[in-house]
Nanobody, 124 residues
Framework: QVQLVESGGGLVQGGGSLRLSCATS????????MGWFRQAPGKEREFVAA????????GYADSVRGRFTISRDNAKNTVYLQMNSLKPEDTAVYYC?????????????????WGQGTQVTVSS
């Protein structure tokens, strides 16, 4: 059974940092792109960042570029999202997802596997 389990969310003051983790199990994601998405109340799910298991990061949303960093630990089958200089507008539920192949990595509907999400709240 394929599982993606996010952790690391919480409440943080503006300007602070959090690191989200996404632990994967149930299959090998070597040829998959791992993505982070987020969804704020009343808004559509939006792309945040994506990475291949072997090639590193392949894309960031303009709104997070320079503040967020996606990385992975192949030995632990875990993907991370380091979030620095957090802003209140970063408040959302953050989801980890996996898709086969690197095309259209910013499109949520291309991802076959999803985690349950972790809440990130940034206070002003």
């Amino acid at each position: 059974q394929v599982q993606l389990v996010e952790s690391g969310g919480g409440l943080v003051q503006g300007g602070g940092s959090l690191r989200l983790s996404c632990a994967t199990s149930g299959r090998t994601f070597r040829d998959y792109v791992m993505g982070w998405f987020r969804q704020a109340p009343g808004k559509e799910r939006e792309f945040v960042a994506a990475s291949t298991w072997s090639g590193g990061s392949i894309g960031y949303a303009d709104s997070v570029r320079g503040r967020f960093t996606i990385s992975r630990d192949n030995a632990k089958n875990t993907v991370y999202l380091q979030m620095n200089s957090l802003k209140p507008e970063d408040t959302a539920v953050y989801y980890c997802a996996a898709k086969y192949g690197s095309t259209r990595y910013a499109s949520a509907n291309q991802y076959a596997y999803w985690g349950q999400g972790t809440q990130v709240t940034v206070s002003s």
